[in-house]
């Protein structure tokens, strides 16, 4: 048997006493701080974001790499320095390693946000889009290591779907393959980010809390790996036309395109050029669904808490 050193983690102090109690709580990413929006709207964001969870019944533990420190709820200090530091580099699963070893910091995406998620024994974790299989992955094979951790942490996602400047189509067939569980929460169809609906529909509509919970409870039961996909749509107030997004993603991706992006940098790019392109409209309805997503992980969270105390 191998041993090792022990991991350089910290619970914020909100999170030690939660977990302490059994309460529920919501893992949080924060690369969609130091990426996904420009400063200062993502650190009001940010903020919103974990009162929502709050408001829904959970303790917030935003997640972050810190001077070689694995960070499990950010205090308001640290999230605001993440949000107005230009340069802090996106830490997926496979970069966590070296990212602590080297001493550096960094922004955890969803898939990096699950590890530290799980090693902290918190069973729960909000975000908007979660990645996915990339437009033109047949050639290019990105995929995005969300998918995968999916597979290994044993720990729920509620999310908006996956984002919509992916193809959302493949994703949802990834997940079948992988077979990671993926139920909507209050609608029909698998939603797309800011918008209600993808036109693709959900293998499995539960609108009572208490079935989500105890699916959740029985897929672990059941021996399953990894995690369970649970996803709900964006208000309809703050939703965004499908074809109109779709208009500007297919726009942006021509310009992508001819700037040679792609790779890892391919998500940011794609996001801010569509924001561009809808005059800041989807900047503010991803700001919105991540406000309402994360009010209903809190809730979840609570039900789950509920059923396995
Ligand atoms: N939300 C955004 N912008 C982003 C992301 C989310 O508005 O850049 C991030 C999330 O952190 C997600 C990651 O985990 O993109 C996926 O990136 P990739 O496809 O390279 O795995
Ligand atoms: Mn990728």
Not at 27 to 56: C, F, M, Q, W
Not at 109 to 137: C, K
Not at 246 to 256: F, G, R, S, W
């Amino acid at each position: 048997m191998t041993t090792h050193t022990p991991l350089p983690i910290d619970l914020g102090e909100e999170v030690a006493a939660a977990l302490a109690a059994g309460d529920s709580i919501v893992a949080l990413e924060s690369n969609v701080i130091t990426h996904g929006l420009p400063y200062p709207d993502n650190a009001l964001t940010a903020r919103k974001v974990e009162d929502a969870v709050r408001a829904g019944g959970a303790v917030p533990a935003t997640i972050g790499i810190d001077a070689g420190r694995i960070i499990v709820g950010m205090g308001e200090r640290d999230i605001d320095r993440f949000a107005s530091t230009p340069g802090i580099p996106k830490v997926s699963s496979r970069d966590l390693p070296v990212i602590l070893a080297r001493g550096g910091t960094g922004a955890t995406t969803v898939a990096s946000s699950l590890v530290a998620a799980e090693l902290a024994g918190i069973t729960f974790f909000s975000s908007a889009g979660i990645g996915g299989v990339h437009r033109g992955a047949e050639t290019t094979m990105d995929i995005s290591a969300d998918l995968v951790q999916f597979t290994r942490s044993k720990v729920a996602v509620v999310c908006a779907g996956a984002k919509n400047i992916l193809d959302l189509k493949l994703t949802l067939e990834f997940l079948e393959t992988h077979c990671v569980p993926l139920i909507t929460y209050r609608s029909d169809d698998f939603p797309a980010f800011y918008c209600l609906s993808s036109g693709l529909r959900s293998p499995h509509r539960i609108d009572d809390e208490n079935v989500i919970a105890r699916t959740v409870d029985h897929h672990w039961a059941l021996g399953g790996a990894g995690g369970v996909v649970i996803a709900t749509p964006p208000r309809e107030e703050d939703a965004i036309d499908r074809d109109e997004a779709e208009a500007a993603i297919e726009q942006a991706l021509v310009t992508a395109r001819r700037d040679g992006v792609s790779g890892n940098a391919i998500t940011k790019y794609l996001m801010r050029a569509v924001d561009e392109l809808t005059g800041g409209r989807t900047a503010e309805a991803n700001m919105a669904v991540l406000i309402s997503t994360a009010e209903a992980g809190g809730r979840l969270a609570a039900a789950y808490a509920r059923h396995v105390r």
